[in-house]
């Protein structure tokens, strides 16, 4: 994919699945994706990891309050979000690579969303997890971090 990667992807998953997001809305879609297979690298979506997907949802809702949206809409697309990401994630096979590739060539250009990915990636890994974090998600965090070069711009 191109330097337009996000644009690209955002053609071929609507020409698939219609949703309701702008390419803004989207890019924060791809944004959090690698967040939603941490929490849900065992597979399974059961009722506590659903938890998480609203909680991660809601953030999304509540980075859009502070852009400047009115709560309704804040609200609506948190819903929207929830939904996206739960479908991607019964459809991992099929957009796994294309969003982690859109991802990887979308840092290129935006450098400094690589902490708030880290972060986010990490937040939600550790309140997944009553004690540590366990080797499926030791393994998919280490997996993100190469794919998508995480750790070049901590510091």
């Given at each position: 994919?191109?330097?337009?990667?996000?644009?690209?992807?955002?053609?071929?998953?609507?020409?698939?699945?219609p949703?309701?997001?702008?390419?803004?809305?989207f890019?924060?879609?791809?944004?959090?994706?690698?967040t939603?297979?941490?929490?849900?690298?065992?597979?399974?979506?059961?009722?506590?990891?659903?938890?998480?997907?609203?909680?991660?949802?809601?953030?999304?809702?509540?980075?859009?309050?502070?852009?400047?949206?009115?709560?309704?809409?804040?609200?609506?697309?948190?819903?929207?979000?929830?939904?996206e990401?739960?479908?991607l994630?019964?459809?991992?096979?099929?957009?796994?690579?294309?969003?982690?590739?859109?991802?990887?060539?979308?840092?290129?250009?935006?450098?400094?969303?690589?902490?708030?990915?880290?972060?986010?990636?990490?937040?939600?890994?550790?309140?997944?997890?009553?004690?540590?974090?366990?080797?499926?998600?030791?393994?998919?965090?280490?997996?993100?971090?190469?794919?998508?070069?995480?750790?070049?711009?901590?510091?």
């Amino acid at each position: 994919m191109s330097s337009n990667a996000v644009n690209e992807l955002f053609q071929l998953y609507f020409k698939n699945r219609p949703a309701n997001l702008d390419i803004h809305q989207f890019t924060l879609l791809v944004e959090f994706f690698p967040t939603a297979l941490v929490v849900l690298c065992d597979g399974v979506l059961d009722e506590e990891e659903k938890v998480y997907i609203d909680r991660l949802a809601k953030s999304v809702g509540n980075i859009f309050l502070e852009d400047g949206y009115a709560p309704q809409k804040a609200t609506a697309l948190s819903k929207i979000f929830g939904e996206e990401l739960e479908y991607l994630i019964h459809h991992q096979e099929t957009w796994k690579g294309d969003f982690l590739d859109a991802l990887r060539a979308h840092l290129i250009h935006y450098p400094e969303q690589k902490d708030n990915i880290l972060d986010t990636i990490y937040l939600f890994a550790e309140a997944s997890q009553e004690d540590e974090l366990g080797a499926p998600e030791q393994a998919m965090i280490h997996f993100l971090k190469e794919t998508l070069n995480l750790e070049e711009n901590i510091s």
